[in-house]
Structures are given as structure tokens and as C-alpha cells.
């Protein structure tokens, strides 16, 4: 399927490919995706830089070599990838072939990974080789053996394990492979598209959201930036989670500009990539904002965009006295988003008690979503982009979401929150109860105790304040190495091992 093929409408109705093609048929020639100029540093191969009839290529050819395995429509296809064009590529190959993609945090390990594909019996994994020291094809093959459904791992990169299916040639074939478009009843875009895994005090969820819900997202961002159309993006935020889908992908998708990603923050090259997008959109980490803007990197003319995934710490908020505009995005786990650009105090937005308008401050926007305050006192969503369910098994037939005692449509994000003084607002207290964020990264109390403790029975480990991280984890053992060796030989994530690195020493790329 090719650029000029795309007669579906665009809007509401519109798949994410259709919002891909209108932009291609605009401006084929013109960049669509291009890597961070130190990609060589922390992966293999030199920065990929890809028109929109590259892009378009490249996303037929990954969507054919999909369908060449005989996976059917569909199919969840698990994506375990860095912030780089094969990222973007993957994800929107995944779609093209009729299947559902299912993003992964890249520091997921073999514990995490074969817990969460079990739950929603994917049948592919798409990764890298390795990235920085670690040999992530390695695990996702490790991964596969311990599970019935998976029957392909694919990968981008050189010395691949064998078993593994190579990609890195749908980058060069100059002949477009077309793809049928799957048959399904029903408006395409209300259709599953993607799975996300939201984290709370029972374990992982796996979330499924349709075109419509993942476009709802990432609009109101949109909006709230007030850019044109064909504005460039530079984005540091991965599409492993829905408010990095909704800051990353969507807004490239609407804009129809050039998508410019960055991985493993560098300054050299960061400040190479914000030259290149002097008047576009800048997404951040809300922590790294205030020392980005004191850098003198940001330009005037572009909109920054600031990701809050604990927004209960908006009140530490520094006012933002830079010239140009900061939208605060407030992330509520997998449920939802919520966007507001900064007004003349240069402080966030509070947010709103019931309907959630954007553009903000603005007399005719639109209604996006809607909050209220459940009986537990916590924060429950409703609208457009808030899911319907979990990720059903079989496809597209499973159970609600926890609602709450809240109303109908409510999904309960587990967020503490109490009235504001003028009881139109509210205001964020707490992250849900029995998790810990770490930089973006969520994590069961329980499961951190349990690991910890299957690894050594006097070992302890504790989750630590931390005013950029959210928490940071520190761990006591009576041989350190050992804990770090035993929980890495148990498939732990990196940031739990790191806890328990020798005192001193500084952890390894």
C-alpha cells in the first residue's frame, strides 16, 4: 500500500495510516523520521534519516514481511525497541498489516516481558540486536522459549541469534511490497490498534485502545500547543506507554511534520537536533524542562511540551518565565492524559473539576475528557481517548475496566486527589497505592519485595524520594555483587539490580 492509495477519511474516522498518508501525498519528499545524530553511540548502524516515500517504504515492507510469516490479522506483534526510526517504522507496520501493536518499555527484562506477552498471547516480538552493552535479541529469543504463543523474533541489527528473523533490509528494498488491507466489519479505526500495560497494586494490566481513542490523545496535546501543520517535533519520550504515544506519535501523525528522536540523552546532540527544529514542538520529561531551559537551547518560537507521569508533584513546579510556551501534560498511568499550556503566572494549569476543554483558556474548545473524584477520593477519567476495556482474550470481546462507583464511562486511575479551594479543580496528592515510579517506570511494591526476596531472604530494598525521578530505589545486601548478579540472572529490570551495584561505582551504560 503506497502513499497515494489513501482514499479513507481523515478526522475521527481516521486510522492512524490514513493520518500517515495524507501527510505523505502532502509532502513526499520531505523528512518524516530522523534518528538523533549520536545513534551510533548507543546502537548499531548510522542515523536513519527517511522522506515520507521512504517512510511509506519502509512501513509497506516491514507490513509484508508481517504478513509473510503468516501471522493473520489481528495478531498482537510486541514491539521492544529504542526512541529511533525503526521504533516509529515498526509500530505503524504493525497497523499497516492489520495487527495490534504492543509497545514495550526498553528496560523490561525477561520477567517483565514473558509476564505481560503471556497475558495478551502475542504472537511476534520486534527488537533490536542491542542497545548500549546489552543484547536485547538475546532475551527476546530467552523470552520466546518460555512462551506458547510467540512463534517469530524479529530484529534490527547484525549478529543476530539464530532463530531470529533479520529486518534491517526493509530499509533498502527500492520495490514496494503491497499489503491487502485486512477485512473487518465495522469502522477500521474503531478497531484495537494498541496495547499498553498500566501498572497498579494487582499486577500488570494490558490495555487496549482503538485509532480513535489513540488520535483523541494525542489531539488535545495537539491542540494545546497551538502549532500550524507541518511544524517539525523533537521528541526525547519513547512510544512504549500511551502518554508517549500521545506526545510522540500523534502529534507527528496530525502535524505532518518531521519527527526527529532522541535516545540517551546528549547534550552535543540534542542542541544539534533543537537547531534543526527552531520553530517546532520540543517534548520532555517534565523533570528535565527547568535545566534544558537553562541551557538556552530553546527557542523562542517552539512550543516545549513537558510529560508529568507523577503529576501529584505540579505544585514543585518552577515558574516557567521562558520565552516560549511550556504545555504541561499530567499522565494518569495508561488511562489517560491531560494537556494545558501555561498561563501569564507560569505555573500549571489546575486541573479541572468535570469537563476538560481544549485548546485551554480558549472560549470555543472542544470537550476532550472529564474528571471526577471517586468515593475513595481518587481521580476517575472519562472520554474519547479513556479505554473501554482490558485487553480481551479473544480479540476485542473482553472485560471492562474497574469503573468505580463514579458514573458510567469513568475509569478509575487510582490517582489520590482532594478539591480545590474553589471547589472547581483538583488537585493530585498521591500516585496510586502499592506503586513506585522510577523515572517513568512503574513498579508493584509487592513485585520489588518478592524479587528482592527470591534473591536473598535478608536483602532489603526501599523506594527513596527523589526530586527528578519520582523515587529512586536503594537496596542493602550482605554481598552486593551477588544480589546485582542473581537478580539479573532472574530477568530483573535494571533499574531494580542497580539498586544493589557496589557503593561507588558508577552504573554502566
Known amino acids: 500500500m503506497i502513499l497515494g492509495e489513501s482514499t479513507r477519511a481523515v478526522g475521527t474516522a481516521a486510522t492512524l495510516d490514513d493520518l500517515f498518508r495524507r501527510a505523505g501525498v502532502r509532502h513526499p519528499d520531505a523528512i518524516a523520521l530522523a534518528d538523533t545524530p549520536n545513534r551510533e553511540s548507543f546502537a548499531e548502524g548510522a542515523a536513519r534519516k527517511l522522506s515520507f516515500a521512504q517512510a511509506d517504504r519502509a512501513i509497506s515492507a516491514f507490513a509484508a514481511r508481517l504478513r509473510s510469516l503468516g501471522l493473520q490479522t489481528d495478531s498482537v506483534v510486541a514491539i521492544h525497541l529504542p526512541n529511533t526510526v525503526e521504533s516509529i517504522v515498526a509500530f505503524m507496520g504493525v497497523l499497516r498489516a492489520g495487527m495490534i501493536a504492543a509497545p514495550l518499555p526498553l528496560l523490561w527484562r525477561q520477567a517483565e516481558i514473558t509476564a505481560a506477552l503471556r497475558r495478551i498471547s502475542a504472537k511476534a516480538i520486534v527488537t533490536y540486536s542491542r542497545i548500549g552493552t546489552f543484547a536485547h535479541a538475546q532475551v527476546a529469543m530467552q523470552s520466546a522459549a518460555e512462551l506458547f504463543s510467540i512463534r517469530h523474533v524479529c530484529s534490527f541489527g547484525k549478529d543476530l541469534p539464530d532463530g531470529v528473523a533479520p529486518l534491517d533490509d526493509i530499509f533498502v528494498s527500492d520495490a514496494i511490497e503491497a499489503v491487502a488491507p485486512p477485512r473487518r466489519e465495522g469502522l477500521a479505526a474503531a478497531h484495537v490498534a494498541a496495547i499498553t500495560f498500566n501498572a497498579d497494586a494487582t499486577g500488570l494490566t494490558p ?29 526525547t519520550i519513547p512510544i512504549s506507554s500511551f502518554a508517549g504515544t500521545a506526545l510522540t506519535l500523534l502529534p507527528w501523525l496530525l502535524g505532518g511534520g518531521a519527527l ?59 515558574m516557567w518565565t521562558h520565552a516560549s510556551s511550556l ?10 492524559v491531560i494537556a494545558a499550556r501555561r498561563g501569564l503566572n507560569g505555573l500549571p494549569a489546575p486541573i479541572p473539576l468535570g469537563v476538560v476543554n481544549s485548546p485551554h483558556r480558549v472560549s470555543d474548545a472542544a470537550a476532550v475528557a472529564e474528571t471526577s473524584r471517586t468515593i475513595a477520593g481518587t481521580l476517575a477519567l472519562r472520554g474519547r481517548m479513556v479505554p473501554a476495556q482490558s485487553f480481551p482474550s479473544p480479540v476485542e470481546d473482553g472485560q471492562p475496566l474497574d469503573v468505580g462507583p463514579v458514573g458510567p464511562g469513568f475509569i478509575d486511575t487510582g490517582f489520590a486527589c482532594r478539591a480545590g479551594q474553589d471547589a472547581q479543580t483538583l488537585i493530585i496528592t498521591a500516585s496510586p497505592t502499592g506503586t513506585i515510579s522510577v523515572g517513568g517506570y512503574s513498579f508493584r511494591q509487592s513485585q520489588i519485595d518478592a524479587l528482592v526476596t527470591q534473591a536473598d ?12 525521578l519520582g523515587h529512586r530505589l536503594a537496596g542493602s545486601a550482605a554481598d552486593r555483587a551477588a544480589m546485582r548478579a542473581s537478580l539479573q540472572a532472574r530477568g530483573a529490570n535494571p533499574l531494580l539490580s542497580g539498586a544493589f551495584k557496589p557503593r561507588g561505582v558508577p552504573e554502566a551504560a
Request: with cysteine; charged share 15%.
Open 327 to 336: 504545555v504541561d501534560v499530567a499522565s494518569f498511568g495508561e488511562i489517560g
Open 260 to 318: 526527529h528522536l532522541h535516545h540517551s540523552f546528549d547534550l552535543g546532540a540534542f542542541a544539534a537536533q533543537c537547531v534543526e527544529i527552531s520553530d517546532g514542538i520540543v517534548a520532555l520529561p517534565a523533570a528535565a524542562v527547568p535545566a534544558i531551559a537553562k541551557t538556552g537551547l530553546l527557542s523562542a518560537k517552539q512550543a516545549t511540551v513537558a510529560l508529568w507521569r507523577a503529576p501529584e508533584r505540579f505544585p514543585t513546579a518552577k
Open 457 to 468: 531472604s535478608e536483602a532489603t530494598i526501599v523506594a527513596l524520594p527523589d526530586s527528578d
Open 207 to 235: 490495555v487496549a485502545r482503538s485509532h480513535v481513542e489513540l488520535v483523541a490523545g494525542g489531539l488535545e496535546i495537539f491542540l494545546e500547543t497551538g502549532s500550524a501543520t507541518d511544524v517539525p517535533l523533537l521528541s
